[in-house]
């Protein structure tokens, strides 16, 4: 099977790509903007794994880029939750119709299917109550969850009017190997970080804040499992299914590490929500347990992977 990965080359892009290249049938070509992030990616040598470095915006011509592939990765996000709402009409047009333009090429060029990566954090916004379920509405508090509920109805609508197939993975906060650590997403993996360089930790608001954690190997087994399956529905949450605290993460890292933590709290940012975990019955009643990793052991992982991936002399 041919498939296109793009916005490849960063967290999710590189996990997905490692396990998809499992399969020696794949072909599997990975675009993004990012050279130096593909070095993560190069450095496995993998036979089956193409990359292509291409800054990607409404201007490209996407024919040129799907062309001959069976299934497209939709991966793309010029924004992350914690700096959105600052551009609002730019991040708009780059995100929606960019996807819409992607979505024009797939249908001419008879692509199978599209997989999106949507986001279980950000689309469901504040109204509703945790564990959140994909019935329920959806009311973003950041344009970045704007965005993703607005391509998620144009993933909808081109089913509706061309038949192209899709799926939509509401994804919770994925963590662990090949995430930047650089504070911007991802509080296990950034703060496993700093804790093994012994760094001060900066947390957004009293730490009360909650959130579904989910270890990367788990997420990208469900994000595989959703693309290849047939099922009556398109949407899905995939997270662990439970809510923890980021103070209960740290205290988790102090444990696992067996050191204490220098954290200071700072003033807490509008677009996060106070409480989001995700009900994940629909997927585990169709494709059976999601989360098999605790959260003690993905940072044990985590951990192991860093000291060694960024020579990082810890000692406990
Ligand atoms: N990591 C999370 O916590 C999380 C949670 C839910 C959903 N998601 C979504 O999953 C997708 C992948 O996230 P990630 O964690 O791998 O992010 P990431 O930042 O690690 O990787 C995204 C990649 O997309 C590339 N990219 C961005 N804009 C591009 C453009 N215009 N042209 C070409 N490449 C471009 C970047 O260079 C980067 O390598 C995003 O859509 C994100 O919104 C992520």
Request: a negative charge; one cysteine or more; proline letters at 3%.
């Amino acid at each position: 099977m041919r498939i296109l990965l793009l916005g490849a080359a960063g967290f999710i892009g590189t996990n997905l790509a490692i396990e998809l290249s499992k399969n020696e049938c794949n072909d599997i070509t990975l675009v993004d903007r990012c050279d130096h992030y593909f070095s993560h990616i190069n450095r496995l040598r993998l036979d089956n794994v193409g990359v292509k470095v291409s800054e990607l915006s409404v201007d490209t011509n996407f024919d040129e880029v799907l062309e001959g592939q069976d299934v497209v990765y939709h991966l793309v996000s010029t924004t992350v939750p914690a700096n959105s709402n600052k551009h609002i009409s730019e991040e708009l047009v780059s995100n929606i119709v960019l996807s819409s333009n992607v979505l024009d090429a797939c249908v001419r060029c008879n692509v199978k299917k599209v997989v999106f990566i949507s986001s279980g954090g950000a689309v469901y916004g504040k109204e509703s109550t945790s564990p959140l379920s994909e019935i329920m509405p959806t009311n973003p508090i950041s344009s970045y969850g704007i965005q993703k509920v607005a391509i998620e109805n144009l993933l909808y609508l081109y089913r509706h009017v061309y038949g192209l197939d899709y799926r939509v993975v509401r994804l919770s906060n994925p963590y662990g190997p090949y995430q930047r650590p650089d504070g911007l997403l991802g509080a296990v993996s950034t703060f496993t970080y700093k804790a093994l360089r012994n760094e001060v930790i900066t947390v957004y608001g009293d730490g009360e804040v909650v959130r579904d954690f989910l270890f990367i190997d788990d997420a990208i087994k469900a994000i595989m499992k959703i693309a290849s399956e047939e099922s009556e529905y398109r949407t899905f949450n995939v997270g662990c299914g439970y809510g923890t605290s980021i103070n209960d993460v740290i205290k988790t890292i102090s444990t696992v590490l067996k050191t204490d933590l220098k954290v200071i709290y700072k003033e807490g940012r509008k677009s996060d929500v106070p409480v989001n975990y995700l009900n994940i019955k629909r997927y585990e009643t169709l494709y059976g347990p999601l989360a098999t990793v605790s959260l003690e052991e993905g940072i044990r992982q985590t951990a192991a992977f860093m000291k060694e991936y960024y020579c990082i002399d810890f000692v406990q």
